[in-house]
């Protein structure tokens, strides 16, 4: 396998000293993966660099027309101070899988992940140790071609870079009050909802925005089209549980195929739940609580792991779901990964991967 070269950054930050206020996304380690493609040559000469800017042209393709796709997942350490990665050979099939959809030459997975580990390893001191905090992974790839003109590029940086992170949401596992959009879109089947790419998350910022100011966490999606069938929440994937059927939006080409929440549906499945993937529209929704038959729902992610919706709003209809309280499935689901997660619970599915 491809050698890495590593450089080692001769004036390391400060880590944060209190582990309990770090956030999320505002502090970065020392150093950084980085690779570059050329057509022709292909990915070639992976390295590990000191953390810090990359030059770019200011006609770099990736300004211009947005050709870039990225993953996010997590490092966890354990109470015996081991380092666990959760499922990142998902990670980087979803990185390919958007990188076919952006015309992005296929990264070799299994080079990404020995990258990403001995990056982990020179940055171990990084992952933090108090309850609840990880060390969250940013994979990327960008296109840097100095070109005008709209067409795939020639050339391309693929970039790991790591963050210490606390909690996502300020409101952490208790339940989080969504607006349900109408006004807006983000994407349709045939586009670009199934691949992560920051285009699909800059539609997203405009009524993200005015969702803040309204004081909900999130927006929740519905489809382009129709605009009556529920797709996902911002950064997360979205659960429902009416009259003991657990259902959650089918994978039909609008929205990301979540690891979080293919795990919770293996999860949920394992456990003699029934699960259904399949179209539900709004009006289901509002249905199914006007008969009391809406008995919670959650969304699943990277980032929040699992977030249990205490409150949807749909233009005047104010649904509150399980009395604003974290429901059973909810709960059940957040321990189960946290404890895999942080080597606490036994990982029967052989989800986890040590850092050695």
Not at 24 to 47: A, L, S
Not at 254 to 275: D, N, Q
């Amino acid at each position: 396998m491809t050698n890495i070269k590593v450089t080692l950054n001769e004036c390391p930050k400060n880590k944060p000293t209190d582990q309990t206020k770090l956030g999320f996304g505002e502090y970065f380690t020392d150093h950084m993966f980085i690779m570059p493609y050329d057509k022709g040559q292909g990915w070639h000469d992976p390295q590990i660099l000191p953390y810090g800017p990359i030059s770019l042209d200011p006609a770099a393709m990736v300004l211009h027309y947005g050709q870039e796709v990225f993953e996010g997942l997590k490092a966890y350490r354990t109470k015996d101070g081991r380092i666990l990665l959760f499922r990142p050979e998902e990670n980087f099939k979803r990185l390919n899988r958007s990188n076919a959809r952006l015309c992005i030459p296929e990264i070799d997975e299994q080079l990404a992940l020995k990258g990403l580990c001995e990056l982990i390893k020179v940055e171990k001191s990084w992952v933090p140790t108090e309850c609840g905090t990880s060390l969250y992974i940013r994979p990327f790839v960008i296109a840097i071609d100095p070109h005008l003109g709209v067409r795939s590029a020639n050339h391309y940086l693929f970039i790991i870079i790591l963050s210490p992170v606390g909690a996502y949401y300020a409101e952490g596992i208790n339940p989080v009050k969504i607006l349900v959009e109408k006004d807006y879109v983000r994407t349709v089947k045939g586009g670009m909802g199934e691949a992560k790419t920051g285009g699909n998350y800059a539609s997203s910022l405009k009524e993200q925005y005015e969702a803040k100011h309204k004081d909900f966490t999130q927006v929740l999606w519905l489809d382009g089209v129709e605009r009556k069938y529920i797709e996902e929440v911002g950064t997360m994937n979205v659960f429902f549980k009416i009259d003991g059927e657990i259902i959650t939006p089918a994978l039909q080409g609008s929205i990301l195929p979540g690891i979080t929440r293919k795990s919770c549906i293996e999860l949920l499945k394992s456990w003699g739940f029934t699960v259904s993937e399949r179209k539900i529209s709004i009006d289901e929704i509002v249905a199914a609580n006007e008969n009391r038959k809406l008995e919670e729902a959650f969304g699943t992610g990277t980032a929040a792991v699992i977030s249990p919706i205490g409150q949807l709003n749909w233009g005047e209809k104010v649904i509150s779901i399980n009395d604003n309280k974290i429901g059973d499935i909810s709960q059940k689901l957040y321990d189960e990964l946290t404890g895999i997660f942080w080597g606490n619970t036994e990982d029967k599915f052989g989800w986890t991967c040590e850092i050695k």
